[in-house]
Each structure stands twice: as C-alpha cells, then as structure tokens.
Nanobody
Framework: QVQLVESGGGSVQSGGSLRLSCAAS??????MGWFRQAPGKDREGVAT???????TYTDSVKGRFTITRDNAKNTLYLQMDSLKPEDTAMYYC??????????????????WGQGTQVTVSS
C-alpha cells in the first residue's frame, strides 16, 4: 500500500515558479506521476517518472516543468517554472506498478494523494 501526501502549492503570478513535493511511503519501486485537474475539466497527466528516473511530460509543460524523485527520502518533486494562468489546477501525486511508467492516462494509476492547489494569476 502506498500513501501519498502533497505539499508546496500556492498562488503565484504568471512567469513565477513553484515546487511541489509528494511524501510517499513504500514507493521506491513504483512509477510516480503528477496529474492536475482544473474546474470543469478531466484530470490530465502532467509528468511521470520511472523507478530508475526516466521521465515523460505532457506537451504543454515541456521545457517548463521538471519531475524528479529522491528514493532515499521517499519524495517526489515537480519544479514548475514559467507558470501560466492555464496551469491553474489542483495537482495530484500518483503511483502505480512499475510497468507502463510513461502512461499519462490517469485511469491507469492506482494510488493518489489528496491534492494541492496551484493558482497562477495574469
């Protein structure tokens, strides 16, 4: 069983930065990911990372967001730079089994945190 707790959300102006963290238990062998959901929209995959550090990103955040993990600290990160108003959403940390670590479809993921809100103003 994996337990996930996100932190680091907040409000920033367009062009600003935030760093999200996800403290996890029992996760070192799992694939990890960040997802987001804006009001009235489906949950979408933002970035994923394999247990050995391979990454993938949705096109809209490539070059702006960076996903990393520290297995020694059982922590997942999402560094978000050059934030835009359209990045405003609730951000969720997720985990699932090591297979298909690149899958950005939220329906494939088993374990979820409670979410942290990110608001970007213009």
């Amino acid at each position: 069983q994996v337990q996930l707790v996100e932190s680091g959300g907040g409000s920033v102006q367009s062009g600003g930065s935030l760093r999200l963290s996800c403290a996890a238990s029992g996760y070192s062998s799992y694939s990890m990911g960040w997802f987001r959901q804006a009001p009235g929209k489906d949950r979408e995959g933002v970035a994923t990372i394999s247990s050995d550090g391979k990454t993938t990103y949705t096109d809209s955040v490539k070059g702006r967001f960076t996903i990393t993990r520290d297995n020694a600290k059982n922590t997942l990160y999402l560094q978000m730079d050059s934030l835009k108003p359209e990045d405003t959403a609730m951000y969720y940390c997720a985990a699932h089994s090591p297979v298909a670590w690149w899958d950005l479809n939220y329906m494939s993921w088993n374990y979820w945190g409670q979410g942290t809100q990110v608001t970007v103003s213009s």
